[in-house]
């Protein structure tokens, strides 16, 4: 593993910065990651639920995948990583930007300046209607009147989607989120086979190509999915130093050349990045 100094010469002289984020980070704050033993919801596998052809066929049991996801999400609290990360972005300024693969809203919820941070695959709680492609975002779970009411079987508090033991419920799609223009709504996250924000990556590339970035710091992720994975292999090419933790000693993540972090990023970025953010550290 890289010395902890070598990283510490690297911030020198406020370099800039692109950070790319992917399930590891939340993945101590209890949300499930997608690749490793916790990505199953009711022995799905999350991956085979997060596609137009899934939602086509059964748009409830879509929902309320989504809706579990949701669930969990705001039970989650957002961890030391989300929080070092904000603070870079408030000390760096336009020299930081953070492109996360989560859709959760951990980052926003650890202060994360918006300005700074792009959803690359979404936000759990973005709705989009099918039809009109109206995008809103609300925290209020649009299933809440089709799995709040109380039954013999389990008082409204209790969530069936939490317990893999019971039955989930049947949704008739008319009680499904609608939008005014009729068109049913759905997740507004990016789903497998989805074309990213054209206009978001448009924008991305412009403030990577604006000035040299410095360094490329790849956060808890397997980085087998693109575009998100090619980042850090542009990067590598324009001499860039890319930086990556994660937990995995194995992750594919890491080339030679790079500086490799191997552990829980809640423990290593407030340790790395603590020369700017002034982060008191346990390591
Ligand atoms: N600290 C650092 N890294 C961690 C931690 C941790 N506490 N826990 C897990 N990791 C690492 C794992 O070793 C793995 O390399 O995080 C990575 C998680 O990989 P994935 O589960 O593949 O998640 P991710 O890379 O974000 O997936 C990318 O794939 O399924 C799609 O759209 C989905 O955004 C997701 C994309």
Partial sequence: MSDIAAFHTLL???PRILAVVGAGLSASSGLPTFRGAGGLWRNYESTSLATPG???????LVWLFYAWRRHVCLQAQPNAGHRALAALAKAQGSDFLCLTQNVDNLHERAGHPADTLRHLHGRLFDVKCS????TKYNTDDPLVPALAPASEDYPAC???????GRPVPKIPTSELPHCSCGGIQRPGVVWFGENLDGRMLREVD????AKPVDIVLVIGTSSVV???AAYAERARTRHTKVVTVNLDPETEAAEPGDLVYIGDATQLLPALLAPITGATSSL
């Fill in 12 to 14: 020198r002289g406020s």
């Fill in 54 to 60: 899934a939602f086509a066929r059964d748009p409830a």
């Fill in 131 to 134: 039809t009109c492609r109206k």
């Fill in 158 to 164: 209790e969530n069936p989607l939490l317990d893999p």
């Fill in 206 to 209: 412009a403030w990577i190509d």
């Fill in 226 to 228: 693109y575009p998100a």
